[in-house]
């Protein structure tokens, strides 16, 4: 399907029937601490896995059962939503999550 700007679906496919809108990836990398006996902190460190959020908003009458994603080992579909008024195209938004 047509995809009207947007250049990455960074790994999720655009459901059968609609047309990709915007797309949007976040990372988030926690930090692990020790305090010392004061409660200052001592040393931080990154932790090991980041988590990865990816965003895909879509319009058009989504099929939602057709999403599917590039590598299931990596990223997962965590939610799906779709939303139908009088006054426009139908619109989709899913979001999947991937810990690496």
């Known amino acids: 399907m047509p995809t009207f700007g947007v250049d990455s679906t ?16 976040t990372q988030e990398v926690e930090t692990a601490t020790i305090k010392n006996a004061i409660g200052r902190v001592a040393v931080a460190q990154a932790k090991p896995r980041s988590k990865t959020t990816v965003t895909l908003r879509t ?3 989504a099929s939602l059962s057709t999403i599917t994603v590039a590598d299931f080992t990596s990223l997962t579909v965590t939610s799906s939503k779709y939303n139908e008024t009088n006054d426009d195209f139908p619109t989709s938004e899913i979001t999947g999550t991937l810990f690496a």
């Open 59 to 61: 319009k058009g009458v």
């Open 10 to 25: 960074f790994g999720l496919t655009v459901p059968t029937g609609s047309f990709a809108q915007s797309s949007e990836q």
